[in-house]
């Protein structure tokens, strides 16, 4: 009776341990709280990111938390760099074409009409581009380095008036758009708009845009497009851009090491989880763009003249201005090569 009831406190006890988390870490180390910065609402974009900070915490007893502050609470979206500078906070999202001059050479995931269309080659490529060293030199210029693609899917374009189902229907619209993306329109010419996401639904309100490019389709309804839209095309597929996550350099590197390497171990997981959550959105948003607005669908022919005026011009005019200032013409190859590394 006496063992019976040694072995019952020793599992009493032995449980109480365990649902408090005392016997729960794999990762010991000290208390560390960070900080990242994000605009807009949780959505797919972000999931990874939460998967890998609910992890942290669990691996290590809570005493690495990673946070993320939504809604522009610790900095405006073109601002996330500077604050980053600063040391205002560990980590944080940034779109490349928000701040061009602050991250030149990151501008090449904007151009038109990369090889980056299916999902398996996006992530290989991405992956490789961000240990390119023009990519983290951008960063270092702002105490920051690369951690992880946003993975963004090609762009649509949700709009509204009379739909653009010939290419000399874009002659005139405003067009949210940015980097090369935003370039390409312009060779239709649209006037290119470069608009933070979180300001894009207003503008439309307030009749100051008629058109936007987003990555199709959850980024069209976390921020609300399609409410103001009237039609949507379905395959034009101009290219994407990246809006990825950095975290500040000083902060990294004053974590221990087995934290840091808990993080960069997480980046396959995170982008597998940023491609799930996209695809689970077109799920649900496909349907219900089919049956409130008008699809607009291109020819192959008309796709071959658009890639025609907006796509190698682009490239070349991107080159061309940015080849004083980091090696572009290396920047853009790689993008290639590793596309045709990946596919093989």
């Not at 669990?58 to 946070?67: A, L, P, Q, R, V």
């Not at 061009?100 to 090449?108: D, E, T, Y």
């Not at 171990?265 to 799930?276: F, G, K, L």
């Not at 763009?289 to 008008?294: G, H, K, M, R, V």
Request: proline share 6%; charged share 20%; glycine share 8%.
């Amino acid at each position: 009776m006496k063992l019976r009831s040694m072995i019952a406190s020793a599992l009493t006890l032995s449980t109480i341990l365990s649902a408090s988390g005392v016997m729960a870490a794999n990762i010991e180390g000290p208390k560390v709280f960070w900080k990242i910065s994000m605009w807009g609402n949780p959505r797919a974009l972000s999931e990874g990111m939460e998967a890998m900070a609910k992890k942290a915490a669990e691996e290590t007893d809570g005493n690495f938390e990673i946070k993320i502050f939504y809604g522009g609470q610790l900095s405006q979206a073109r601002e996330n760099l500077d604050g980053l500078k600063l040391n205002a906070f560990e980590g944080a999202a940034i779109c490349n074409f928000y701040h061009p001059g602050k991250n030149p050479a990151w501008m090449v995931f904007s151009l038109p009409f990369l090889p980056l269309g299916d999902p398996a080659v996006d992530k290989a490529v991405r992956t490789r581009m961000f240990e390119h060293p023009a990519i983290v030199a951008d960063m270092a210029k702002w105490n920051a380095i690369p951690y992880v693609s946003g993975l963004l899917p090609q762009y649509e374009i949700l709009g509204k008036g009379t739909p653009p189902t010939e290419l000399s229907g874009w002659d005139g619209l405003r067009v949210r758009a940015g980097g090369g993306l935003g370039t390409a329109m312009e060779k239709l010419g649209s006037v290119k708009q470069t608009l933070p996401a979180g300001e894009t639904s207003t503008a439309f309100q307030r009749g100051a845009l008629d058109a936007a490019a987003f990555p199709y389709t959850y980024a069209h309804v976390s921020f609300k497009i399609h409410e103001e839209a009237e039609w949507f095309t379905s395959n034009l597929a101009p290219g994407t851009s990246e809006c990825g996550w950095v975290f500040n350099k000083t902060a990294y590197e004053a974590l221990p090491p087995q934290y840091q390497e808990f993080l960069m171990s997480q980046r396959d997981m995170i982008m597998d989880v940023e491609q799930a959550a996209y695809a689970e959105q077109d799920t649900k948003n496909l349907p219900m763009f089919e049956e409130t607005l008008t699809k607009i669908t291109y020819t192959d022919a008309q796709l071959e003249e658009f890639r025609k005026v907006a796509g190698q011009p682009v490239w070349d005019e991107w080159i061309a201005a940015n080849k004083d200032a980091f090696d572009a013409q290396d920047v853009f190859d790689s993008i290639w090569q590793y596309a045709a590394d990946a596919a093989k």
